[in-house]
């Protein structure tokens, strides 16, 4: 008998302190489970480049040039290894000859891939290769857009 109460009581115990260790979702607001949930996945994102062997924004520090670094981000975009450059839309036009998107880091425009950015302080990279996306930029945007946003600019 002195067992049995003794078990419970040790039960009682272990599903109180585990209780409080959880978050409750009704003293939470929508915005802060709406943070919450951007951590999570946040959280699952790093983990998923990690095994790739990226840090946590999905960039190969440790690559030789910044197309290679942010391949991850790339996609579908055909990536030319030996001269470091990358063609994400064909352009339409033959008078066209820019086969090559335009970059933006920090918001100024480069027309090849930029060699001056330290691969350790790459935050964010968006893609935009629609004609819609790609509209802010007029002409210069035509084969696609590569924005880079570093540590720098969020500061």
Not at 22 to 38: C, G, H, S, V
Not at 57 to 84: C, F
Not at 101 to 111: A, E, S
Request: no cysteine; charged share 25%.
């Amino acid at each position: 008998m002195k067992k049995l109460i003794l078990l419970l009581l040790l039960g009682m115990l272990s599903i109180t302190s585990y209780g409080q260790t959880e978050i409750e979702a009704k003293d939470l607001t929508k915005k802060e489970l709406r943070e919450l949930k951007k951590q999570k996945a946040f959280e699952k994102q790093k983990d998923r480049y990690a095994k790739r062997g990226l840090n946590a924004w999905g960039i190969n520090e440790n690559a030789p040039n910044l197309v290679l670094a942010i391949r991850e981000h790339l996609g579908s975009a055909r990536i030319d290894t030996q001269r470091g450059l990358v063609i994400i839309r064909q352009s339409e036009s033959f008078s066209n000859s820019q086969a090559y998107p335009l970059w933006i880091v920090d918001g100024q425009q480069y027309y090849s891939p930029p060699e001056v950015i330290s691969l350790q302080n790459i935050r964010e990279v968006n893609i935009y290769e629609s004609l819609a996306e790609t509209n802010k930029w007029g002409q210069l945007g035509r084969a696609g857009v590569i924005e880079i946003i570093t540590l720098n600019a969020l500061e």
